[in-house]
């Protein structure tokens, strides 16, 4: 006899969510009868330890976006200014979705397409989330591919965008140096006139006359040997093509057991870029011209807040970070144990993310800085975003330093595991996804299986190796995760706090926990009000402020405007194709019955819906039956129950 049935027949409330339907035992006697080395649920498996969930989060949050996105946010919108409007898109719309997807996840043990389960019409949501995620895998791990190609590049006696003079310059090429702007200036010349004499003598030699640097030149014309465009593939880059393999290798072999192994390797991939943070921080802060770069970072212009472009930057750059939404998260959790402290766990993680953000603007404006003052440019000069920082402003710093190829390894070494971190949990969210859903044909060969979406990505990722590559690379990066990512957020908010309950949730949240958290107004408030209200205004923004893709001043033709929201609509359309899918099998399911009735059973969760760990006779010690008098009342399939919890 199931523990529902047992309830009835002792008299309690009875009613299908298992969450609601039992009261907190003591969570420490439930502890005891397993360790962190057994799983509580056997068939998915569940994580080695409390730290490697800890840490695969943190790896998750804490990834390229915080090196080279940040900084950059960070000086464009106000400085230190921008840290105020930073703070509050963290605290209102940040911090609640990501500890709200922990709690779901782990209460659940389910991937995020069978999770919902707790709303079946919206399992779209569910798929949106593992297409979005496949689709930033494929380019993700090409952006890893360019850091094991400079990695390897790096060990050389001299770097080899230090200079020109090499088989890929032309005659565009620039070295910046102190002694050209000395020397410039001792004849007597101003920039005007030396424009244009260098414009002249180079005539002869160039079509047209751009002055480049050797890393500028390096990224495109030999890392890249980047087209013209679009419509102008090229031919295979076989190195890139051979880094791209050799990523997914170590990314199968990562996950080859899952959060297994998984687990496991983050103790290094999480931890390392730390170090090694640390270390460029102090070989900046010691360079001449450093603190140029920092104050330049730091100086807060206020009147900046005034902007409405500025609080989306933040709470874009918030979203993006912590990665809700993306499903990850929810996978994360799914493989924790049942009482595992996600609360705790959700702000260490989220202030440490925010704070690695910081931390990594100090190291990133240190150098430039240093490249500002050796150049004699102004800071804003240098300064860049994207792969535009991490292949060409920084390693140009790194070229000017002494020993240069060791501080090229060790920031490309960190890049390299930077990425890794996100590009394991992006893959197994899509993996474990598949595996959940489909667990009759997959769940025995779930490694099979990691090894067939390994290739397959490999294959998908080709031609973004090609020699016109990088603008099918920009394309994806552009429409793949920007407003169909938002609305995935929304919905998803707005299902859990108002569909199946925030007083339900919580609920589920203090079974887990065996304590209600005082901060809970807080959490309810977000869940309610700020946190959907906050993505709705990302939402309607990113629709004003729409703009078409471009790269280096190259305009996209239609066709690849086309692809592109293709690409960013594929994931969207998921939630009214299922919707309707769901629908008409649940109406072939139950002739007779009227669509509100089926539209009922649809939105309220699924009888079957409820922490996995119940299932095991040794887990259901945890949650007692309730025998006191109901205090709370909350909504059960469209009628209203009350129920009992503990305040």
Request: charged share 15%.
């Amino acid at each position: 006899m199931g523990d529902v049935d047992k309830a009835r027949e002792a008299g309690y409330p009875s009613n299908s969510n298992a969450g609601s339907q039992y009261s907190v035992g003591d969570s420490k006697a439930s502890l005891a009868h397993t360790t962190d080395s057994e799983d509580e649920n056997p068939d998915r498996g569940n994580w080695s330890g409390r730290l490697d969930f800890l840490l695969s989060c943190i790896g998750f949050a804490v990834g390229l976006g915080n090196v080279w996105r940040f900084p950059y946010l960070c000086y464009r919108n106000g400085g230190g200014a921008f840290l105020i409007p930073y703070a509050l898109m963290l605290f209102l719309a940040g911090l609640p979705l990501f500890f709200m997807e922990l709690a779901f996840g782990q209460y659940a043990s389910l991937g995020p397409i069978t999770i919902w389960k707790v709303s079946p019409i919206f399992k779209g949501l569910g798929y949106g989330m593992i297409i979005i995620s496949g689709l930033v895998c494929i380019y993700y791990n090409v952006i890893i591919a360019y850091t094991l190609f400079f990695l390897f590049s790096s060990f050389t006696s001299e770097v080899p965008w230090a200079k020109c003079g090499q088989t890929w310059n032309t005659c565009n090429c620039t070295d910046r140096t102190r002694k050209a702007a000395t020397v410039n200036a001792t004849m007597g010349l101003n920039s005007t006139i030396m424009s244009a004499l260098n414009k002249t003598m180079n005539s002869s030699a160039c079509e047209y006359y751009k002055a480049k640097t050797p890393s500028e030149e390096y990224w495109e014309r030999h890392v890249l040997d980047i087209s013209s465009g679009l419509d102008e593939a090229g031919s295979l880059r076989w190195e890139l093509a051979g880094t791209l393999l050799l990523a997914w290798i170590i990314v199968f072999l990562c996950l080859a057991k899952g959060v297994k192994s998984s687990g496991k390797v983050v103790y290094f991939t999480a931890t390392f870029p730390y170090v090694v943070l640390f270390i460029l921080l102090i070989r900046g802060v010691t360079l001449e011209g450093s603190w140029k770069g920092i104050e330049f970072y730091l100086t807060p212009d206020w009147n900046r807040l005034t902007d409405a472009k500025v609080w989306l930057d933040a709470a874009v750059q918030i979203f993006y970070s912590l990665g809700p939404a993306w499903g990850g998260l929810i996978t994360m959790a799914s493989y924790n144990k049942f009482h595992n402290n996600m609360y705790r766990d959700a702000l260490i993680v989220a202030f440490t993310n925010c704070g690695t953000s910081i931390f990594a603007g100090f190291v990133i404006f240190s150098v430039i800085g240093f490249m500002a003052d050796y150049t004699g440019q102004a800071v804003g000069d240098v300064v860049a975003s994207g792969p535009g920082l991490a292949f060409i402003a920084y390693p140009e710093g790194i070229a000017s330093m002494p020993v240069a190829p060791l501080w090229a390894i060790l920031f490309f070494f960190m890049l390299f595991t930077l990425g890794l971190d996100s590009q394991f949990v992006m893959l197994e969210t899509v993996i474990s996804a598949l595996v959940d859903e489909f667990p009759k044909y997959l769940r025995e060969k779930k490694t099979l299986f990691t090894g067939f979406m390994c290739i397959l990505m490999f294959l998908l990722g080709l031609p973004i190796v090609t020699k016109g590559g990088f603008y099918i690379f920009t394309l994806i990066d552009w429409y793949s995760a920007g407003l169909s990512l938002m609305i995935i957020g929304f919905f998803e908010s707005i299902v859990i706090s108002y569909i199946y309950g925030f007083q339900r949730f919580t609920r589920d949240i203090e079974s887990m926990l065996g304590y209600r958290p005082w901060t809970m107004p807080y959490w309810w408030a977000c869940w309610l009000f700020f946190t959907p209200g906050v993505i709705l205004f990302i939402i309607i923004f990113m629709g004003i402020n729409y703009s078409e893709v471009t790269y280096n001043g190259y305009e996209y033709p239609k066709w690849g405007i086309m692809l592109g929201w293709m690409m960013s609509l594929v994931s969207i359309i998921m939630i009214p194709l299922f919707a309707v899918i769901t629908t008409l099998q649940t109406l072939r399911q139950n002739p007779g019955k009227s669509m509100v009735e089926i539209l009922k059973k649809l939105f309220f969760h699924s009888e079957d819906w409820g922490p996995a760990y119940q299932e095991d006779g040794r887990k259901k010690e945890a949650m007692q039956p309730v025998k006191t008098p109901p205090t709370v009342i909350g909504m059960e399939n469209g009628s209203y129950t009350q129920y009992q919890t503990r305040m």
